[in-house]
């Protein structure tokens, strides 16, 4: 970290801190009064436009973001409250979104806000469904091994950290040791929550800058139809002990066809509201491994009303005072898939590199090359090629609502199957998909067509003047013709 920046986040901190103090003598006259505050202190960070609707929200006691706000104030313990948003706000925002886009010019690769990593493929549950439970207790990274992927990470820009698994918090003291020791990180872990327990709270609010995505989904039969009998109830316990102690934590929901009624029902959402959770991370169910069922994909019905639930839940007059985010049907806000390292990729338990949680396929591993060789493999440069792989970001992903796509970038890349138990095939995989995807272009072109979309202000590949070249456009590389794709161009580029 260069010497200026730590001047000026040792001056943001004193700021934040003066800000907080002030707003917990009185939250909510004072909320209007931080938002001014905010601004000046993430001033550049975002959009000065931004800064002014967080100002009105603040305004108006009714706005769903203004009660979300007194509510983090209000349940979250301080030292996360202001730990957070030094990790997320100035290390993971500030620092290290500039120092991604640099080394994005400098690499011509995809280089990540996010990465995802595995502690362990151990897991104490066998959901429906996934793949860990396959697993077992077979791999590990070590510590030594957790720590030099943040220490990489961070070099390239990238401050923010999710665990996966397997089940993660069979590892809690190394992760509470690597979140200690990476105080300019923030960790979010996915857990199924029967782990939690007081110590490991303690251990939370202590370091102050890790928060829990609790595998929830819907009433105790959909979710103990997957996940197995007494999960809901440990989770439910789980979600008490956190409130109790003011930690701060979400729920996980995989949407299926089976439950997708029940986890979007405000039973279900007022009733973790209830419980404490401050945010939900949805997505899509994926065929994915040995003995996925393609049946439990959801309907394109499904898949409309779940992007139609999301924009009502997220309305500052309609919706509830929960973050909800879906990594399916948000992909329009972020330019389509963010996977092989454009803003996220996957390690999985045993090192092996892939482009995303769900993309069980690798040519490269920690334990023989850098992150930096990973964003520069054959199969993380054909996502960086081919991306976006649809111009309508309904239909983001490469696997599931573009399965050509998958086929032959693993194909023409070399990689292989890093499923640790069953090698998949990449045809069988993308074979599952096939259905799904021709039954949802057509009604993911009606909604796409028919609602209004903001510009994210995205460059791809193909928008470079090498992607230009590369695609057959070398005359005019840098002409202004060439900054947006033609009318009536394909909507899927060529693979490269």
Known sequence: MPKSYKLQRAAIEVALDKTLKYIYKDPYPNLQKMAASVGKIFGGLFPAENFKKFQAAAADPENVWTQYALNILRDTDPRVVKQMLMSLGVDAGLYGTKTVRALREELHCNVPFIILFDPTSACNLKCKGCWAAEYGHRQSLSNEEMDSIVTQGKEMGTHFYMLTGGEPLIRK????????????????????????????????????????????????????????????????????????????????????????????SDDFIDMILEKGAKYALCFNYMPVGHGADKELIPTPAQREFMYQWLRKMRNSKTGKPLFVMDFQNDAEYVGGCIAGGRNYFHINSAGDIEPCVFIHYSDTNIRTHTLKEALKS?????????????????????????????????????????????????????????????????????????????????????????GKAEFGCAACANCAACAAPADGADENPKII
């Not at 992903?397 to 023409?412: D, G, I, S, T």
């Open 173 to 264: 003291e190394d992760i509470v040791s690597l979140a200690h020791k990476h105080q300019d990180c923030a960790f979010v872990i996915y857990t199924n929550a029967t782990l939690v327990d007081q110590k490991f709270c303690d251990d939370m609010n202590a370091v102050g800058n890790i928060s829990l995505a609790l595998s929830l989904e819907g009433t105790e039969e959909s979710n103990d139809w997957r996940r197995g009998d007494g999960a809901y109830r440990k989770t439910l316990d789980a979600m008490e002990l956190l409130q109790k102690n003011k930690c701060l934590f979400g729920v996980s929901v995989c949407y299926t066809r089976k439950n997708l009624e029940y986890v979007t």
């Open 378 to 466: 054959p199969l993380f440069m054909q996502y960086y090629k081919n991306q976006p792989f649809n111009d309508n970001h309904l239909r983001p992903c490469p696997m599931l609502e573009n399965p050509e796509y998958l086929r032959e970038m693993v194909k023409q890349s070399g990689a292989h199957s890093s499923d640790l138990l069953y090698t998949e095939d990449v045809d069988t995989l993308c074979d599952k998909c096939v259905d799904f995807a021709a039954a949802w272009a057509p009604e993911a072109e009606r909604i796409w067509t028919s609602t209004p979309h903001r510009d994210t202000h995205t460059q791809y590949y193909r928008d470079t003047a090498e």
